[in-house]
């Protein structure tokens, strides 16, 4: 596990050699946050998106929601959703479970300035998701579509983190019990109603507050006790 | 603020004071927020030496303490912490999560720049919880003094209809009216009206034109019944009175016909109803008259509450009418028994002396007879006492559960035992029998001699000032009733973390001040009986500072004026008047209201508790 957390840095650097220079080359400048440093001084993105499947192949991003976290707290200031534009034609089912309508879709960003933005805004910080290989899978998708290059992202995956609170006290689960939903019921958060990228970040990064208070940590723990791991 | 986080907007947009932001302050006040999860156990703030801040409860519930484990409230979803907006909190206070919380903080130096100098919202960061009561109570006498506005024509409509043929001849119809003294008749067509006639339309149309009075009441008619809503207000009656140039309204509700409405009714609401009443009981032949008229009581209260009344007019007005009664009784069993062998004065006790009731309250009440008295004069003073309360019981004042009545022997009695009484209670005080008698030191004299009961005041109100036992008694009595630590989720919290499920606002709002105020003037000789008068005597003298009088006279209107409100809604609903408000009936203003009078009333009782060190008796 620390091999690959090495190897994360050293594949930051050795991307930003083949990175073209713009948006992907600006966000592996920064070094990714030191693994050993404390889990609350470090700056954490919560990051939830809404594509139109799970593939992230063939399927595409319909819209990013984002927030960050300071010192164990969730900045409302820097709350940001984005619908994105896209020229491919979006099914119908999926526009009724998210929302989105093909108005708001054609007045979105371009994909190009959304994964932009968001580069911008990961850069110096840790990737927070819920299910976090479907947000890393996307956006990794896109880099390549638009500069050629997939990057690496430290981040801290929710669901991972309950899966290994399960198993650390070998209680046997359903997968179900690892929702979103379902866990923030576990943890008396409150049920929201509204399901927009960016309720769905800020759900996650509540989901995530709760686990940390409910982590009994004598000293604050270090960044990579939560790093996810492939 | 992005469109996506109207979800955490709505939910502040619904808790005072910021459900009066327009909405792009809320938007504004939403982006400044920031989300905390403390863990049940877990210190609120988070982190020491944090910058005062404001907090509001998404989800859980926090623990207000002071001092170890004295818990001083509790908080739930939807609640706002201001306990960490000043820069200094008190030494001993802590905040406690004693649920998971989901908590909304947000810096207090930034709020007045967020809420654009909102002065509602700046006020409840900044103020005391005695300043905001008082803006809560002047905002309340603003609202009610358009009277006729809320009071509803279904309220106030005579109950009795009085209802003929339309075949009927015109003497009949007359003679009808005259018999039951009133202005108009309704002709009803099986269940249908199908005209209205009136005392004017019988000279005007009948008399002065010449026809003959065997005539049917058709006739004469009017066939276009202008009517009212019985949810329409006396105002609307009022515009439709005038504009139609008629002074009788039927009122119609659900199912039908209600009743009818005058121009008279109207004038009437302007307090002239106990007036009325008392009129009325001073004329009644009978017992069954006496306890028929009783039953307006609690109409009269609705009318006076809706016409935006407070405690001092309900109040008076209602003793007045209890007052009338007593004297009608009193007056019958004269009238049976001959005249008294000697002097005595009927007098009222508790709320009736303090021209403080409200509805039907129990009765209790007591005899002073004058020292003349002789052996056997008592059978008299007995026969009398009986009939007054068995008639007062009769009229809806319930017999005294704790037997303080004429009828007891122990409370009718001559002068100079009622002296030996007050004598012992200040001189050689028990707890005990204090507790029992300290509504005889709110004593009104209702029928008889006004000078028998003011010669056992004068030397009572001369020997209370002095006497630190019997004050630190009282005192401690007095203190058997607190407040309320305010409101958790749908319930009262009482103390220790323990539920109620209603809020008694007497014995837990009125009753603590009212003992207070008792105590005050006491303590400084004074005459006056009423609370309000009392506290308003007693206020600079060294029992009660200037503020902390007017302080429990807000407290005391606040809280005595949500009890009229929920007894009217009581009556209107043809339930009886009572003193248990569910909290879930609170709106979370009148909650935050509540929660700051009974700050006030703590916050004086500690200062009584201290005064008279009732720890050492």
Redesign the interface.
Do not use: K, N, P
């Given at each position: 596990m620390l091999s690959w957390l090495f190897n994360l840095e050293t594949k930051r650097k050795r991307l930003l050699d083949i990175a073209p220079a713009g948006p992907l080359r600006n966000y592996l400048e920064s070094p990714f946050p030191d693994k050993n440093s404390c889990l609350y001084d470090t700056a954490v993105l919560a990051l939830d998106f809404e594509t139109s499947g799970l593939d992230a192949n063939n399927d595409h991003l319909l819209s990013i929601g984002c927030i960050e976290l300071r010192q164990n707290r969730i900045i409302l200031d820097t709350a940001r959703h984005q619908i994105i534009h896209s020229k491919r034609d979006i099914s119908g089912e999926n526009i009724s479970i998210h929302h989105i309508t093909h108005d708001q879709v054609a007045q979105g960003q371009t994909l190009a300035k959304a994964v932009e933005s968001i580069l911008r805004q990961l850069q110096g910080k840790v990737l927070l998701a819920h299910h976090a290989a479907v947000e890393i899978g996307f956006l990794q998708q896109a880099c390549k579509t638009l500069y050629g290059v997939a990057p690496v992202f430290p981040a801290i995956d929710t669901m991972q983190l309950a899966r290994r609170r399960l198993e650390r006290q070998q209680q046997p689960y359903k997968a179900n019990q690892l929702r979103l939903f379902n866990l923030r019921k576990q943890y008396g958060l409150p049920a929201y109603q509204a399901h927009n990228a960016l309720m769905d970040a800020i759900a996650t990064a509540e989901l995530f507050l709760a686990q940390l208070a409910h982590g009994n940590y004598r000293k604050p723990p270090p960044l990579k006790n939560f790093l996810l791991h492939p | 603020?992005?469109?996506?986080?109207?979800?955490?907007r709505d939910f502040i947009a619904t808790i005072p004071p910021f459900d009066r932001l327009p909405k792009d302050v809320l938007d504004i006040l939403?982006?400044?927020?920031?989300?905390?999860?403390?863990?049940r156990g877990?210190n609120i703030p988070?982190?020491k030496d944090s910058a005062p801040t404001l907090y509001i409860l998404?989800?859980?519930a926090i623990s207000l303490y002071s001092g170890k484990d004295n818990l001083m409230g509790m908080l739930g979803e939807g609640d706002v912490c201001t306990s960490f907006c000043a820069a200094e909190v008190m030494p001993d206070f802590y905040v406690k999560a004693t649920?998971?919380t989901?908590l909304y903080?947000i810096p207090c130096d930034t709020l007045p720049r967020l809420v654009e100098d909102d002065q509602s919202v700046l006020h409840f960061i900044r103020h005391s919880a005695a300043q905001r009561l008082k803006e809560a109570v002047s905002n309340m006498q603003e609202q009610s003094s358009s009277n006729l506005l809320h009071t509803y024509a279904g309220d106030i409509c005579r109950g009795e209809l009085i209802t003929a043929s339309p075949d009927t001849s015109i003497r009949d119809s007359a003679r009808l009216m005259s018999e039951h003294g009133v202005s108009s008749l309704i002709l009803l067509d099986g269940d249908e009206p199908v005209g209205l006639v009136t005392d004017r339309d019988i000279r005007k149309r009948c008399v002065a034109a010449g026809l003959a009075i065997s005539s049917p009441i058709s006739k004469i008619m009017t066939r276009k019944i202008t009517s009212l809503n019985a949810g329409e207000s006396l105002f609307d009656a009022l515009l439709v009175m005038t504009r139609e140039q008629v002074h009788h309204l039927p009122v119609f509700d659900d199912r039908g016909l209600k009743g009818i409405i005058t121009t008279t009714d109207i004038m009437r609401q302007e307090g002239l109803s106990a007036v009325h009443l008392s009129s009325t009981i001073r004329k009644a032949p009978s017992l069954e008259a006496l306890a028929e008229a009783s039953k307006m009581l609690p109409r009269i209260q609705l009318q006076l509450t809706n016409m935006g009344a407070d405690l001092r007019h309900v109040g008076f007005a209602v003793t007045a009418v209890t007052g009338a009664i007593t004297r009608r009784l009193i007056a019958l069993a004269e009238a049976d028994l001959g005249p008294a062998p000697v002097p005595y004065a009927w007098i009222a006790a508790g709320s009736q002396a303090r021209r403080e009731q409200t509805s039907h309250s129990d009765q209790d009440n007591g005899l002073i007879i004058s020292d003349k008295m002789q052996p056997g004069d008592d059978e008299w003073f007995e026969s009398l006492a009986r009939f007054v309360n068995n008639g007062l019981d009769a009229c809806g004042y319930v017999y005294c559960p704790g037997d303080v009545m004429a009828s007891n022997p122990k409370w009718r009695q001559p002068v100079s035992v009622w002296q030996d009484y007050f004598e012992r209670w200040i001189e050689q005080p028990e707890p005990v029998a204090l507790m029992l008698s300290s509504i005889f030191f709110d004593l009104r004299v209702i029928h008889g001699k006004e000078k028998l009961l003011k010669k056992i005041r004068k030397h009572t109100l001369r020997k209370t000032p002095g006497s630190q036992l019997f004050l630190a008694h009282m005192t401690r009595n007095a203190l058997t009733h607190r407040p309320p630590l305010g409101f958790f989720r749908d319930f009262v919290l009482v103390h220790d973390g323990q539920h109620d499920d209603t809020l008694d606002l007497k014995h837990s709002g009125l009753v603590p001040i009212i003992d207070m105020a008792r105590i005050y003037a006491l303590a400084e000789g004074l005459y006056e009986i009423g609370t309000e008068d009392r506290l308003r005597a007693a206020a600079g003298t060294p029992s009660l500072s200037k503020g902390g009088s007017a302080n429990l006279l807000d407290a005391f209107e606040f809280i005595s004026n949500l009890r009229l409100e929920h007894q009217a809604t009581q009556i209107r609903e043809g339930e009886s008047p009572d003193n248990f408000m569910p909290p879930k009936q609170l709106s979370k203003l009148e909650r935050e209201h509540l929660k700051d009078a009974f700050k006030v009333v703590q916050t004086m009782q500690a200062t009584l508790e201290m005064r008279y060190h009732t720890d050492r008796i």
């Open positions: - | 603020m992005e469109i996506e986080l109207q979800e955490i939403t982006s400044a927020l920031s989300i905390q999860y403390v863990r877990g988070m982190e998404r989800q859980g649920e998971d989901l903080s």
